[in-house]
Structure formats: structure tokens, C-alpha cells
């Protein structure tokens, strides 16, 4: 069974400071990779995903991850954090399409910026 | 840009009455799922639905739940008879033909008490 792990369940950055998020998954074919983003009160936003190809890849918001399988991690950046980057942050495995692509998401991180 | 819309967006209900929870997906696309996150834990696959049919459903969709598309733009979320831990908010999200990236709504926080 697939399944996700965000080690750091609160991040505290100053504004302007750079950002990394950490996510580590399980499974066993090659996985859809996702990260989303939730403010409060708000849905989850996509912010940039996986397939295949180029290991790093750019989102919005300036964000960007890079795709490692040999750390099976997918971690999320951003230079420069922006105070309106303060949010939740998931990170997400999909399954086979055959499957019904269902997402395993991680436990989140709460991203803070201080001013 | 075409969104995943969810009503109502918060209810309150008593144990044991039925609810219902209406999304409308994005026009064109084809697989509809659910999901919920109770209150500090993680966002948890409920069901996938495709084709008027079940997909896949997770070891929580029980017999309480039933997914419906009563007609071509409304993919709603029935549960039966609720309980306490059935508290969660509860996101519906769509994905096109390829089913490559689910769009979600913003959700319907459902408050059991």
C-alpha cells in the first residue's frame, strides 16, 4: 500500500527566508507525485506535480520540488517566502490509474511566516 | 478557470439523521472522488466513481455511505445515518479524461452532534 510521510508538522520562516518541505513516500511502481496547498478556510490548491521526466519540477507561487527515488522524497521549495505563503502544505501519492488514481496524502505541514 | 463547487459549506446535524453533501465537478471531466479530513488528522481517500459506478472504495465507505450522480452535473455524498466521528470535513474533487491531476472543491465541513 502506498503511503506518505511529512516529517515536520510545523515550519516557522521569516519573510524573504527560504522554505523547504520534506516529503517522503512509499510505493511500489513509479508514483504521481503532488503537492497541495490548503489556507485557511480554503480547498486544496495544486501547487505542482509529478509524472515522469524532468525530476525537477516548477509550480505556482514560485514553488518548486524535486524528485528523488533513491531518498523516495519529493521535497517542496521556495527561495523567497512570501507572508501569504502561510498555509498547510500536503504532499500526495496517486495511485495506478487503473486503480482509480486515488491520492494517499501525507499529514501536512503548518508553514508560519513571521514578519 | 472552472472549479469544483461544493454546498452546503458547513452543516450541523444531529446523530443519526441523514445528510447529504452536493458537489458539482468541473463540466468536463469524468472521474468524480471523495475525500474527508477529520479535524487535525490526514486528508483519507473515501470513494472513486466513474461510469454511474463505484471505482474504488476505501475500508471507510461503509454501508452508511452512498455516492450519487443524479444527473449530469451534481456528484452528491449521502450518509445514512450519522455519527460523532463522522465530524470531518469532506472535500469532493474531479479529474479529466486522463485522470491525471484531481481538482478540488473547497469543501463541506459537516459538524455531527
Known amino acids: 500500500a502506498q503511503s506518505v510521510t511529512q516529517p515536520d508538522i510545523h515550519i516557522t520562516v521569516s519573510e524573504g527566508a527560504s522554505l523547504e518541505l520534506r516529503c517522503n513516500y512509499s510505493?511500489?511502481?513509479?508514483?504521481?507525485l503532488f503537492w497541495y496547498v490548503q489556507s485557511p478556510g480554503q480547498g486544496l490548491q495544486l501547487l505542482l506535480k509529478?509524472?515522469?521526466?524532468?525530476?525537477l519540477v516548477q509550480g505556482i507561487k514560485g514553488f518548486e520540488a524535486e524528485f528523488k527515488r533513491s531518498q523516495s522524497s519529493f521535497n517542496l521549495r521556495k527561495p523567497s517566502v512570501h507572508w501569504s505563503d502561510a498555509a498547510e502544505y500536503f504532499c500526495?501519492?496517486?495511485?495506478?490509474?487503473?486503480?482509480?488514481?486515488?491520492?494517499?496524502f501525507g499529514g501536512g505541514t503548518r508553514v508560519l511566516v513571521k514578519p | 478557470e472552472p472549479e469544483v463547487t461544493q454546498t452546503p459549506s458547513h452543516q450541523v446535524t444531529q446523530m443519526g439523521q441523514e445528510v447529504i453533501l452536493r458537489c458539482v465537478p468541473i463540466?468536463?471531466?469524468?472521474?468524480f472522488y471523495w475525500y474527508r479530513q477529520i479535524l487535525g488528522q490526514k486528508v483519507e481517500f473515501l470513494v472513486s466513481?466513474?461510469?454511474?459506478?463505484?471505482?474504488?472504495k476505501s475500508e471507510i465507505f461503509d454501508d452508511q455511505f452512498s455516492v450519487e450522480r443524479p444527473d449530469g452535473s451534481n456528484f452528491t455524498l449521502k450518509i445514512r445515518s450519522t455519527k460523532l466521528e463522522d465530524s470531518a470535513m469532506y472535500f469532493c474533487?474531479?479529474?479529466?479524461?486522463?485522470?491525471?491531476?484531481?481538482?478540488f472543491g473547497p469543501g463541506t465541513r459537516l459538524l455531527v452532534l
Open positions: 510505493y511500489g511502481a513509479t508514483p504521481y
Open positions: 509529478y509524472f515522469s521526466g524532468d525530476t
Open positions: 474533487a474531479s479529474t479529466g479524461q486522463y485522470q491525471e491531476t484531481q481538482y
Open positions: 466513481f466513474y461510469n454511474n459506478e463505484i471505482s474504488e
Open positions: 500526495a501519492v496517486g495511485a495506478d490509474r487503473a486503480a482509480g488514481n486515488k491520492l494517499t
Open positions: 463540466s468536463n471531466h469524468l472521474y
